[in-house]
């Protein structure tokens, strides 16, 4: 629908979108199941409202955009162009449906960055728009949208959550000392940036080996996130515990239990898939973040269950008898596992490399 678009309309919708964008990211670390989504409401050129969602439960980006562009225009918004980044609602959910509300503000054109694939939307909000006689145009940043959400649309799309596997590894590429000392290898930013990680996940997969050996907390208690830490949901931690190692009665379970909730996968006979499966249906998850020894990493892995991939490089080495980052034996070249790097950073000391994998 942007096709007939002249140049100066789209760097147009372009630039207001990129504001909605900025105001959905926001909301990257409270929203959870939801969404993150922002919105401007424009007038005569004009920027006369913002929102974005916040926390689950709570008015859609629409509904707080609407409710200041009435503070400014309390008598109509005939002639306004709403700019958002996700599809507007059709459904009734826990909240009214925020295409409905853009019908009954008056809204004339409305501009959509993707379209929602959640079944119970999936063009629906942009047929009930259009059958109220207003123009939709969507497409504008579709890309830069889809990245503030890609474990929502992945899982939404029928596939697993998106999996982000973390690594911090020295130079010769060692996460610990053979005797698993390993506090601290990388800087205080590069752990810092990991609270930003795990404040984006919906759950956390570590291994006992790494509860055994380290007794982490593996939280969100960063007061640097730039929004109250209350508001955020601690990740859903899951210990692959297949020997059975640890004990509900532990002071480490015991521990965790009474902050966040702890599911302990102690059946072999569950696949890392059946894993990812569960915490999508059962959990509503949509994003997880591995936090685990070289096994644990190996098998997400080799299995093709990793999406992105971080690592954060101190420049240390911790010498050849110290634990590897990854613990898998490939005997030809043909079996090595290969990633795309997208991104790299500097974090004090460290680097941050992120890398992507072609599926």
């Given amino acids: 629908m942007t096709a007939n678009l002249s140049s100066a309309e789209r760097y147009q919708h372009q630039y207001y979108m990129s504001r909605a964008i900025e105001l959905a990211k926001k909301g990257r670390f409270t929203t959870r199941p939801n969404p993150n989504v922002g919105c ?48 507007p609602c ?6 009214p449906p925020c295409a409905d509300a853009l019908i009954k503000a008056g809204i004339s054109r409305v501009v959509i960055a993707v379209v929602d694939p959640n079944p119970k939307v999936d063009g629906g ?42 690594i911090a590894t020295s130079l010769d590429g060692r996460t610990a000392m053979a005797n698993g000392e390993s506090k601290w290898i990388t800087s205080d930013q590069s752990r810092e940036d990991v609270q930003r990680l795990r404040a984006q996940a919906g759950a956390i997969i570590t291994g006992s080996e790494t509860i055994l050996q380290d007794h982490p907390a593996l939280n969100i208690r960063s007061q640097q996130l730039g929004v109250n830490l209350d508001d955020i949901p601690q990740p859903l931690l899951i210990v692959l515990d297949r020997r059975q190692r640890i004990q509900m009665t532990d002071a480490w379970y015991q521990s965790q239990i009474n902050k966040r909730p702890v599911l302990l996968i102690q059946d072999a006979a569950m696949s890392l898939t059946q894993i990812l499966t569960t915490l999508k249906d059962n959990y509503q998850i949509n994003d997880v973040l ?13 299995q093709g269950l990793v999406d992105e991939l971080v690592v954060y490089q101190a420049p240390c080495f911790l010498g050849n008898s110290a634990k590897p980052m990854i613990n898998f034996n490939a005997q030809h070249i043909h079996q090595q596992i290969i990633a795309t790097l997208v991104s790299h950073e500097t974090m004090g000391n460290d680097i941050k490399l992120t890398y992507r994998f072609d599926k």
Avoid: W
């Avoid at 059709?90 to 909240?95: A, K, V």
């Avoid at 591995?290 to 080799?302: D, K, M, P, R, W």
């Fill in 40 to 87: 401007v409401i424009v007038k005569d050129n004009q920027i006369i409202g913002e929102g974005f969602h916040y926390l689950a439960g709570q008015p859609h980006a629409e509904v707080f955009a609407l409710r200041q562009a009435y503070e400014h225009d309390a008598k109509h918004l005939q002639g306004a162009t709403a700019y958002v980044t996700l599809e």
């Fill in 290 to 302: 591995v936090e685990a020894g070289a096994t644990v990493a190996a098998s997400f892995l080799q």
């Fill in 125 to 166: 909000g942009i047929a009930k728009l259009q059958q109220a006689g207003i123009e939709v145009i969507t497409g504008i940043c579709e890309q830069a949208a889809y990245q503030l959400n890609e474990g929502f649309f992945k899982v939404m799309r029928g596939g697993l959550p998106f999996v982000r596997l973390k």
């Fill in 90 to 95: 059709s459904h009734h959910g826990r909240t």
